[in-house]
């Protein structure tokens, strides 16, 4: 088995050397020349895909190459099926962080519900639980005891929650369970920073269940991960989950043009919760579901900077076949919009100081009518959008 690791955040690269020149290569990442390396390598080493897995469905996990060649690429089917409503986003992750990719092969997994990938290589068991990401699937190595963990048991980031799923802190714990559970792990292989061994593990998972512990309760936790070397998105993240978990408007984290780090040059937004109204700019969204009565704004009313009119959402592109979609045009005191959930939509916030008047509803009903609390939450998912690595 061969790990690469970029310089970019320390993500890795997992190659499994299987029968006959066939290899097993899990998230190939992460920038244009780490692609081309690692498939010069592999074909300097005698080496050819026979299958690829991706761990995640975040930008960084989804790669690939056509010097890799058309090995049939898998992972989860929530995996799956988030790469493919929340693409768009994808790959604006990816051209602002790691421009030079193909975009054609970016993300086109096939949905695979099994218990180990399909190659006649080492059996590759899958671990596959939420928490980190939808349908995030580890790869554990029975012969070798070797766990590729993806975006789980980092020495360098602190737990990451899908703050957007409904309950982030349980699909989490349940993630961690289900890693430590695994038999016979001797080393464990994260999506970023370094290989350890099986006492590694155990501390990572300790240090991971302390942060957990700590940051949910409310309470500050030191952990060593998070420092003044930290990147700047990692303790913004941080900071956005502890308020996640205080319940409070995430609204100081997205700051207009604030491209402090290359992971988190998707905040485009600049959003300040006042009592009722969403104060800015450019604001990412995402789009499922309407309360009330759906209508359909022309693209030109989203001024000053139009998304061209291709993009507005549409039944076809919701994940809620009977949610109707709708755009956030400029606001008007009652105008009743939108929601949430996973599917995406570019959506510009009115002006500054437009008012836009924003009704939340879940795939599985009403959050509440309480505005206030409402914008709370969509704010909070907003930035949320925005965390994904
Ligand atoms: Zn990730």
Known sequence: MLVATSSYALTTSTVVVGSSGGCLLIDPAVTAADLAGLAGELAARGLRPAAGWSTHPHWDHVLWSRELGDAPRYAAPAAVSLAETDRENILEYLRQSAPGHDLELVGRMRSLDASAIPW????????????????????????????????????????????????????YRTGMQRLASVPGVRQVVPGHGHVGDAG????????????????????????????????????????DQVRYFQRLPAAAAIRDGQQQDRRVRRVQADVVLRGHEVVGGRVDLTVARVAGEA?????????????????????????????????????????????????????HVAQPHEQVRVRVVA????????????LGRLVQRIAAEHQHV
């Open 363 to 374: 795939g599985d009903g009403h959050l509440g009518d309480d505005l206030a609390d409402n």
């Open 200 to 239: 590694e593990l155990r501390r990572r998972l300790a240090l991971d269940a302390a942060y957990l512990d700590a940051v949910s309760a409310g309470q500050p936790y030191d952990d060593p991960r998070l420092t003044e070397d930290s990147p700047e998105w990692m303790r913004v993240t941080h900071e």
């Open 120 to 171: 006649d290589g080492p059996e590759a068991r899958l671990i596959v639980h939420d928490g980190h990401a939808p349908g995030h699937g580890a790869v554990f190595l029975p012969k070798s005891g070797v766990l590729i963990a993806g975006d789980m048991c980092s020495d360098v980031e602190i737990p990451l929650l899908d703050t957007v799923a409904t309950d982030p802190l349980g699909d």
């Open 295 to 347: 209508r359909e704004r022309p693209a030109g009313d989203l001024e000053p900077d139009p998304v061209p009119a291709t993009e507005p959402v549409r039944r076809a592109e919701q994940a809620h076949p009977d949610g109707a979609g709708q755009r956030v045009g400029l606001g008007e005191p009652h105008d009743a919009v939108t929601d949430v959930a996973r599917p995406a939509a570019r959506v």
